[in-house]
């Protein structure tokens, strides 16, 4: 739907919870990085450490985490001047419009979260009350800047539905339309990366197993090693992206490739089709080491000085504020909550 009376804004997050993996450099930072460089966006990258804290951090590494993940920003190649990077919890507005969605939103709409029943589980009596109301939190990240387009991986889709609902929600029922529904962009070969060792299974900072993912700060022994073991079967790559239907964990190596290559899955495939994996998997691991040594070089680097690292996050939340602020102001304002001048 056409919104032109909406800045082109984009908005997105990523949790500050254990380190970066490869499904969110190649589903989400190396896509914020290209939106950024195109120009015809304001670009607005958060570290949702509120997000990080449904679910118990150690107080310690929670802090280097959402450090090591602004490095990670800033290597990958999000530019804090261009693009306004900061932590969450600097910006309250956040929290503060999270509660009026919690308002908004429904019990059923969250019920049916099918990451909340995942992240649960069995045990969803002994889950906390923020994991349930997450998606609420996440409407108002968004939200909070109006933003119009959201960049993340296929397993958000879910969530950027109900940030739309939400929005059309608070309109129809304050007779407003002062916010904007919100368009994913869920886009290239790499929106749902999936762990190297169960093609039907999502890569995931979680997982019990590390040879499963590839992390940002593995070395370039580590990343071969894992390419290496993933798991495949034992036909040769087809020459056309139809011939991987059937073969996730064939299909998963060929998206990973044409990813981090910049092509497209057939262009890949055009060239490797015919090879065993054997020949393939090697070809994949120094392309993987290719892209990813000089952004981990970078982030370590960078973690050597906190402070700095500190310094930009501030000056992210700043920025940040002076779009939050006024937005949750004339929510409030069309909610009826009084403001003394
Ligand atoms: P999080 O921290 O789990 O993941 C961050 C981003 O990485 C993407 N991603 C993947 N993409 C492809 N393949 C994978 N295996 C893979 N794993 C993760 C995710 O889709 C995401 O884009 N709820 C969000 C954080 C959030 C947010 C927001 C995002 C909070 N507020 C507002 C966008 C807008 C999350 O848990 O992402």
Known sequence: ???????????????????????????????????????????????????????????????????????????????????????????????????????????GWMKRMTQFKDKAGKNAENASLGLFGYPALMAADILAYHATHVPVGEDQKQHLELT???????????????????????????????????????????????????????DAEAIASKIRKARTDPEALPSEAAGLNDRPEARNLVNIYAALADRTVDAVLAEVGGKQFSEFKPMLADLAVDKLSPISTEMARLMQDPAEIDRILGRGAERARAIAAPILAQAYDIVGLVRSA
């Open 164 to 218: 739309r609902d939400i929005a059309a929600k608070f309109n129809h029922d304050y007779e407003t339309e002062f916010f904007p529904l919100t368009e994913p962009v869920i886009e290239g070969a790499a929106t749902r990366v999936m762990s190297l060792r169960d093609g039907s299974k999502k890569m995931s900072k979680s997982d019990p197993s590390d040879m499963a993912r590839i992390n940002m700060t593995d």
């Open 1 to 107: 739907m056409a919104q032109p009376q909406f800045t082109p804004r984009v908005f997105s997050g990523i949790q500050p919870s254990g380190g970066l993996t490869l499904g969110n450099y190649l589903g989400a930072m190396k896509r914020f990085v290209t939106m950024q460089d195109e120009g015809s966006f304001e670009t607005i990258y958060c570290m949702v450490d509120l997000h990080a804290i449904t679910v118990w951090q150690d107080p310690g590494k929670l802090t280097r985490a959402t450090r090591e993940l602004c490095a990670g920003f800033i290597a990958a190649g999000i530019d804090p001047e261009r693009s306004i990077l900061f932590n969450q919890s600097q910006v309250p507005e956040h929290a503060q419009l999270g509660w009026i969605f919690n308002c908004v939103a429904r019990m």
